[in-house]
């Protein structure tokens, strides 16, 4: 009687459970656009519920949040079995890492011209969706204007041992570090890095420890990208803040400017969804969200923050090179292991 019973609850138990998944497969019959997104959930989660409800009541976004890095190998990996439809990238260098293992297909003209041609892949098979500038945040109590580093060779200086932040495993810094590769060649950058390492830089899990600990006083200056301090300053005001700006001037990997971006994955089975999705977030509404709500530059032409103060994107002296000179991630990688640093 005993086991009959134990059959009958777990039976029980499993018809509620399958009948559970049968209502919710019901409550949606159309279709499915599966996003990969290396963009910070926290970041991005409210503007991508405004890209599914444009692209229409019956559709469901499947969003899953990752690593931009970590992602790209995935994709990689998965290849013609992947599940994806769009990559959304924290990172151009990842996209053109993907491109060019022939895992994007073009975007529509529509999608590409949104963008000045600067800011998209040569073949179309990725566009930028928003930029950011790489900066020196510093603790003015203990460093003067003058002191700042007016390049990333500065930073060799003695006098910072010990007291410059960096983020390793973040897709910004291995992005900085392939610029570095870009222009300076193997040779140049292995030896940048390995001086870097000897002057014993401080290693922060992300952009936001970097920024709080400069704002606390525990880290002179760190390494990350200009819109955490934006983030910061949105939150408990600017006169709350001890941390500041110093963006490097000249054609200097340390004055980078990065991009988001978003690709769809040639294997895709949902392609006419999947470049809607990449027209959204080249609209005017999510250009603007860019703008407002992340403190990112907007790639589109007439759209500015009307909440944050930034420097104007002209003003900025951006080493000479071009966002898809950032695809040799892999590489980028295999030097930082090598050197210690990842």
């Known amino acids: 009687m005993r086991t009959r019973l134990t059959a009958t609850i777990l039976a029980t138990l499993l018809g509620a459970t399958l009948a559970g998944c049968g209502s919710t497969e019901a409550a949606h019959n159309g279709p499915v656009l599966t996003v990969y997104s290396g963009r910070n959930e926290n970041l991005v989660k409210p503007l991508l519920e405004q890209a599914r409800q444009a692209l229409g009541a019956n559709v469901k976004l499947d969003v899953r949040y990752g690593d931009t890095a970590a992602l790209a190998g995935q994709l990689a990996e998965e290849g013609d079995r992947s599940p994806a439809d769009v990559f959304f990238s924290q990172d151009a260098g990842a996209l053109g890492a993907l491109a060019a293992a022939g895992r994007l297909g073009p975007l529509p003209r529509a999608v590409l011209d949104a963008s000045p041609e600067q800011w998209r892949a040569a073949d179309g098979t990725w566009v930028a969706t928003s930029l950011r500038s790489r900066v020196v945040a510093y603790d003015p109590r203990q460093v003067a204007e003058a002191d700042l580093p007016k390049g990333i060779d500065d930073l060799l200086d003695p006098k910072w041992r010990g007291k410059v932040g960096f983020a390793p495993s973040n897709a910004s810094w291995q992005a900085f570090v392939t610029a570095v590769r870009v222009l300076r060649g193997e040779d140049g950058a292995r030896a940048w890095l390995e001086k870097f390492k000897a002057n014993e830089p401080q290693k922060y899990d992300n952009n936001i420890k970097i920024r709080d600990a400069v704002d606390e006083g525990k880290l002179p200056?760190?390494?990350?990208?200009?819109?955490?301090?934006?983030?910061k300053a949105a939150q408990v005001g600017v006169d709350k803040m001890n941390v500041k700006l110093h963006f490097i001037k000249g054609n200097d990997p340390g004055a980078l400017i990065?991009?988001?971006?978003?690709?769809?994955?040639?294997?895709s089975k949902n392609k006419a969804l999947a470049d809607k999705f990449a027209e959204f977030l080249l609209s005017a509404q999510?250009?603007?969200?860019?703008?407002?709500?992340?403190a990112e530059y907007p790639v589109r032409a007439g759209v500015v923050s009307g909440k944050h103060k930034l420097p104007a994107l002209a003003d900025l002296q951006p080493p000479d090179l071009k966002l898809a000179d950032l695809q040799s991630l892999p590489k980028t990688a295999d030097l930082l292991r090598q050197v210690g640093l990842l």
């Open 221 to 231: 200056l760190g390494l990350m990208n200009h819109y955490y301090w934006f983030e």
């Open 258 to 267: 990065n991009a988001a971006g978003v690709g769809v994955l040639k294997s």
């Open 286 to 294: 999510a250009q603007q969200y860019f703008a407002d709500t992340t």
